[in-house]
């Protein structure tokens, strides 16, 4: 009972609590406004809110400044774009095979060459204007003979009249009989196709000698090119090597031409005899991969020719399926006259320790070609056109961008009885290859193309280029102009230019003739640049230019090629593929 007493507690009334609680508030309401202050304050302290601490962290930071911005923006631009599936077949994709060490052959340079120091490698590189990047550089070679290639290939350079190599040929030869991966920038007209034609000759040899090819097998080396005319040249080197090999006694070596139209059938018939060599456009050749007409299981040597042009979007998917025929790792070389930061981030990730050989700023234009640009009304083209020709014998060729244009020309130099032939994507195979064959023949003095005939194509002895339209991008400039002025010989570059050309593009040739040290045209020299600090953000970058196309005239923010793209892509995503498409929806 006692205990009970002790743990009584007084029952208070509902209104009663009711009256305390309101009391108690009341006296907190009445502390003084300095205590609840200095509470506030004391609360503030232990635990800051985000907005203090952005602030203070903005604070912290060391001051970026504009120029570093940029060159920031444009890093950030470049990683977004090389982000992409790397140039390796689903098999090693899906195993996680890479490959860290270069596929090896048994060429060697003779003693004197393997005992140069590095201070003499690099004098002849000085003296040569050759620019490397790479881990264990092969030496330069000055000479032919000093390479090692059989006697009847050595006869055959010399009736060439190819008596030296040249530049990127004393430097890019060396480093691929070594067998080692190479990115080959140098301009058009340098010599390119012998250094990637001359290795693949030699390993199929070897091949052959140390097993003869069987019924089906092959290939062993693959050539890689964007158009059927670059194909075509390029298969014609390869022969012209190849008959004085098989006359002197050497083992048959059979390179297959494999591109589109022409007939399946009589490639098909190489194939069963065995062919060591393939030179070919994505189309057919992926094609012939896929109806398993042709397999890669013993390829192990790949050229891409006129690189940018293959793996910038055009045929970047069709190169990817034919990497993913390959069965083992092989040696991958990528060449070109333009090759963008872009576009060498991205091939690298195909290439295993490559050696980059440089012989003139990727893009730069060739110094043995006098460019001339004059300012020429839309309406008064075509009729000073005739006036142009009469600067040079011929032969000259025209570029154009559209087909209409290379129509209207031809047929209008053909009423003025000039001997002009025109080539362009629309006409057929037949055509074209009529066209190309009069026009190296010398039966024809003047070609007009669009730029199909830009890329690569090698015409003797061409003495002058007129552009009749300003192409777009500045690299179709390079490669245009890139077709005179070939192998030392000096040539005439006359290009048209009025209001319909964009101010980006003609910053970019402006800049591009002050690199070359031509002549600027007063309409060009009133252009304003675009950066006013754009020595800085090169200075800062290390990248000269756009890094995505090579214009020198502006910086990859304000790109027109990437700008064009990044439409095209929008567009694409936008398309209702479910839909009839509306008005002949179903075409």
Same mark, same amino acid.
């Given at each position: 009972?006692?205990?009970?007493?002790?743990?009584?507690?007084?029952?208070? +009334?509902?209104?009663?609590?009711?009256?305390?609680?309101?009391?108690?508030? $009341?006296?907190?309401?009445?502390?003084?406004?300095?205590?609840?202050? /200095?509470? @506030?304050?004391?609360?503030?302290?232990?635990?800051?809110? #985000? #907005?203090?601490?952005?602030?203070?962290?903005?604070?912290?930071?060391?001051?970026?400044?504009?120029?570093?911005?940029?060159?920031?923006?444009? @890093?950030?631009?470049?990683?977004?774009?090389?982000?992409?599936?790397?140039?390796?077949?689903?098999?090693?994709?899906? @195993?996680?095979?890479?490959?860290?060490?270069? #596929?090896?052959?048994?060429?060697? +340079?003779?003693?004197?060459?393997?005992?140069?120091?590095?201070?003499?490698?690099?004098?002849?590189?000085?003296?040569?204007?050759?620019?490397?990047?790479?881990?264990?550089i092969p030496p330069p070679i000055k000479n032919f003979r000093?390479?090692? /290639?059989?006697?009847?290939?050595?006869?055959? $350079?010399?009736? @060439?009249?190819?008596?030296?190599?040249?530049?990127?040929?004393?430097?890019? #030869?060396?480093v691929i009989l070594t067998g080692r991966d190479m990115i080959g920038i140098a301009f058009t007209g340098s010599g390119k196709t012998l250094v990637f034609v001359l290795p693949m000759i030699m390993i199929a040899l070897q091949e052959e000698i140390m097993m003869p090819i069987a019924p089906g097998e092959g290939p062993f080396g693959l050539i890689i090119c964007p158009s059927r005319e670059l194909a075509r040249q390029t298969y014609e080197v390869v022969e012209q090597f190849l008959i004085p090999m098989r006359e002197a006694g050497y083992p048959e070596l059979r390179p297959l031409l494999c591109i589109g139209g022409v007939d399946m059938r009589s490639q098909l018939e190489v194939v069963k005899k065995g062919v060591h060599i393939v030179v070919a456009t994505p189309g057919r050749l992926k094609d012939m991969l896929a109806k398993k007409k042709m397999n890669l299981d013993n390829c192990r040597y790949l050229t891409l020719d006129e690189a940018d042009r293959l793996v910038d979007l055009g045929f970047e998917d069709d190169i990817r399926e034919v990497f993913d025929h390959f069965k083992a790792q092989r040696q991958t070389l990528l060449f070109s006259a333009t090759m963008p930061t872009k576009i060498q981030n991205f091939a690298r990730s195909a290439l295993v320790k490559p050696v980059t050989v440089n012989v003139g700023r990727a893009g730069a234009a060739n110094l043995d070609v006098i460019q001339e640009v004059e300012y020429v009304k839309q309406e008064a083209k075509i009729v000073y056109l005739l006036e142009c020709l009469q600067k040079t014998p011929p032969p000259v060729l025209i570029f154009c961008e559209n087909k209409a244009d290379v129509d209207d020309i031809h047929e209008y130099l053909l009423l003025k009885g000039v001997e002009a032939v025109a080539i362009h994507g629309g006409k057929d195979q037949e055509e074209r290859e009529y066209a190309i064959m009069s026009f190296k023949a010398g039966k024809k003095d003047v070609l007009v193309a669009t730029d199909v005939a830009s890329k690569g194509l090698d015409f003797p002895d061409i003495q002058h280029v007129i552009n009749y339209d300003m192409p777009a991008e500045i690299e179709n400039y390079v490669h245009r102009i890139g077709r005179t002025g070939r192998c030392g010989k000096t040539g005439i570059a006359t290009t048209f230019i009025n209001k319909n050309q964009s101010e980006t593009t003609l910053l970019d040739l402006k800049h591009l $003739?002050?690199?070359?040290?031509?002549?600027?045209?007063?309409?060009?020299?009133?252009?304003?640049?675009?950066?006013?600090?754009?020595?800085?953000?090169?200075?800062?970058?290390?990248?000269?230019?756009?890094?995505?196309?090579?214009?020198?005239?502006?910086?990859?923010?304000?790109? +027109?090629?990437?700008?064009?793209?990044?439409?095209?892509? $929008?567009?694409?995503?936008?398309?209702?593929? /479910?839909?009839?498409g509306g008005y002949r929806g179903e075409i």
């Open positions: 009972m006692d205990m009970e007493e002790d743990d009584y507690q007084e029952y208070i +009334p509902v209104a009663k609590r009711r009256a305390i609680e309101a009391q108690k508030i $009341l006296q907190r309401k009445g502390k003084s406004a300095l205590e609840d202050d /200095f509470e @506030k304050s004391k609360l503030a302290e232990a635990k800051p809110s #985000l #907005l203090v601490k952005a602030s203070q962290l903005k604070r912290d930071q060391p001051e970026i400044s504009q120029t570093e911005q940029i060159v920031q923006q444009e @890093k950030e631009m470049i990683e977004h774009l090389s982000d992409r599936k790397t140039l390796m077949s689903v098999r090693e994709l899906a @195993k996680g095979i890479t490959y860290t060490e270069p #596929l090896l052959t048994g060429w060697k +340079p003779p003693l004197q060459i393997r005992r140069m120091s590095r201070k003499q490698c690099d004098a002849i590189r000085k003296q040569w204007h050759i620019i490397v990047d790479g881990e264990d000093e390479m090692r /290639f059989p006697e009847p290939i050595l006869k055959k $350079l010399k009736a @060439k009249g190819i008596v030296q190599p040249t530049p990127i040929q004393v430097q890019g #030869l060396p $003739l002050q690199e070359a040290k031509q002549r600027i045209p007063p309409v060009l020299a009133e252009l304003q640049d675009l950066n006013a600090d754009g020595e800085t953000i090169t200075n800062a970058s290390g990248v000269k230019g756009c890094a995505y196309c090579g214009g020198l005239g502006h910086r990859i923010r304000d790109c +027109p090629k990437l700008e064009h793209q990044r439409s095209q892509q $929008l567009a694409n995503s936008r398309r209702d593929y /479910f839909g009839s």
